[in-house]
């Protein structure tokens, strides 16, 4: 493996992208969640209600703020190691990752940053607006970062023209239905991985008997009710999806026909792709098993009040999200390694994608972006689990006491 870059390459994008996209998850599970209970928050005038708005907001900025980090990493390292792919789909697959970038790193981390700082120093209304931005904007740079990648599976909208893809058809770029598709799913299983964060921490808070704002019992029958209604919609898009697996891309003039294309594939190690196809597609559908089944149990024990006192039933909940994360990482590894041997299907194979490097360059490449991801992926989980056992009085947003105020400042108000 030390003396094959392209196998080097390979792996350092699959463990960057798959802990990058841990981070995305939870944003959008939680994003909606924090917006719906300042809203209700807003119109009640309910300050417990704030104070949980104020507690799951800190684990979202923290969990923001890796993210951040990670993309910005991952988005160097795609730009260092695939010259090929930018080379000849420029034009086409990048477009929409500089959309993207403008949409998460302008208007998502500024709004974002009025938010955190704008407690108390704008009007509650504009306040909430901020966080309506905010998730807006996530779920845009989503789909943004899906329209290219199921513009690698299915591409289309394109021409190519002296060896360098050119874009014709915007909006079958953006109306892919390897897109659409694949956004469904993602955004799915995005609000049940939420839904369980807020369960799991819910469940350990209720265990200990600590719930002096009604925060963890509203957020552990959240977690009920989306447990119960969302694994079929996530199972569904999934579904949906097999349709695009096996044809050709609806493009003419492909670069390789399919006698080829096959060929390349069982040169390129075609057993090993089949095989991590495999393995991600039964590991996915085992977890999504038992998330099916975790639902309903919930419910029935609601009436009989085993969400609140039940310490047998609360203590496996705790750790209950691991099952979506490695459910969402073996099905990008099921729907990415299938795909193999090609980075734009019928059109650019992976090995000619990628940056031309000696073994020695791969070699320290993959260490330190592994070494780098690992510590950070060890440090989000630790401040994660940190701020989660801290409680609503003592998170990163948590209102301060009157002796820690700070001097007034003036308010913005429409």
Known sequence: MLEDPLLLARLQFALTAATHYTFVALTLGLGPYILVSQLV???????????SVRFWGGLYLVNYGM????????????ALNWNGLHEMFGYTFAAPLALETMTAFFVESTFLGLWVFGWDRMGRWAHLFCFLVVTATAYMSAWWVLVSNGFLRNPSGFEMVDGEAHLTDPVALMANPASSLTFGHVVTSALLLGALVV???????????????????????FCTVLMCVMPMVVVSFGG??????????????????????????????????????????????????????????????????GLDRWRWFLAPLVVTPVMPYIASVAGWVFRETDRQPWMVTHHLTTADAMTPMPAGAAVASFSFFTAAFAALAAITLWLLVRFARLGPDLGP??????????????????
């Open 41 to 51: 928050a807003t119109l009640r005038g309910d300050r417990d209600r704030m104070r």
């Open 67 to 78: 993210g951040v980090l990670s993309g910005l990493v991952m988005e160097l390292q795609l």
């Open 199 to 221: 369960g799991a921490v819910s469940a350990h808070h209720l265990f200990r008997g600590h719930d002096p704002y009604g925060t963890f019992r509203r957020g552990i029958r």
């Open 240 to 305: 949906a999806q097999f349709s695009y697996f096996d044809t050709a891309p609806p493009t003419s003039g492909l670069t390789y026909t399919t006698e080829e294309a096959e060929a390349m594939t069982e040169a390129a190690g075609g057993g090993l792709a089949s095989a991590m196809s495999q393995a991600g597609s039964v590991t996915m559908m085992l977890m999504w098993t038992l998330l099916f089944f975790l639902g309903p149990v919930m419910a029935l024990v609601w009436p009989f009040g």
């Open 397 to 414: 947003l948590a209102e301060r006491g009157p002796e820690q105020e700070e001097p007034a400042a003036p308010r913005l108000t429409f």
